[in-house]
């Protein structure tokens, strides 16, 4: 037999049906001499493998599956026993990650971007809109945790730590990396209107409000208000 051809037409009966009674696989589909699809006793479904570890288990090189949809988005939903709903979305130019049912992406990931409950406006945007805000960097064994700060030395760079208040920078930690700056290695601290308030230079002098720089070594000596 070299071809099987089932013209069905039936509103209660089901085209081709096939009962295993033994323990041999249920369906093996050959292409030449290579398996490309089997379904095993059990029920496992495998593409491009004939022992698949997991209902549906697809093996190949490089893309192994394409979801396609015929609107703006497509998505890949996935649910738990208790029927919380959890789906991946590619929406216009966004990748989104919904979760515990949610109707709101907890996680957008738009060219390039990181948005962690928003849209993100910056390379990486955390928002909570109920609580706190918090980033926590944490390491264990003895090991560091640190935030690094990264730039190179071209004109106008410098790594920046700012605070803003709707938007609006009001306070900063500046340290100059600018290889062609006179200040490079300079360390900036910037209060209310971002205006420099204190500036520790790379030899150690210390300046208050943009001036009075002093010299390597020296120590300030609080002795109250106004001192």
Known sequence: VDRVEVAANSNSIVGVAITQSGTADIVNLFDGTTEVLTVTDGGK??????????????????TVARFESTTSYVDLKLENSSSQLGFIQYAD???????????TPTVYIPNGKFGVNTVPSTTVHIKNASADTELKIESESGNDARLLLDTSNGGGAGAHIDFQIDGTAKGGIHYVTNGSASDQHDM??????????????SNGAIGLSGQNYGTAGQVLTSRGSGQ
């Open 45 to 62: 479904v495998g593409i491009g493998t004939n022992d698949p570890e997991n209902l549906l288990h697809v093996n190949g090189s490089n």
């Open 93 to 103: 130019t966004e990748l989104r990650f919904f979760a515990n049912s949610g109707s």
């Open 188 to 201: 900036i601290f910037r209060t209310h209107t971002y205006a420099e308030r204190l500036r520790i230079k």
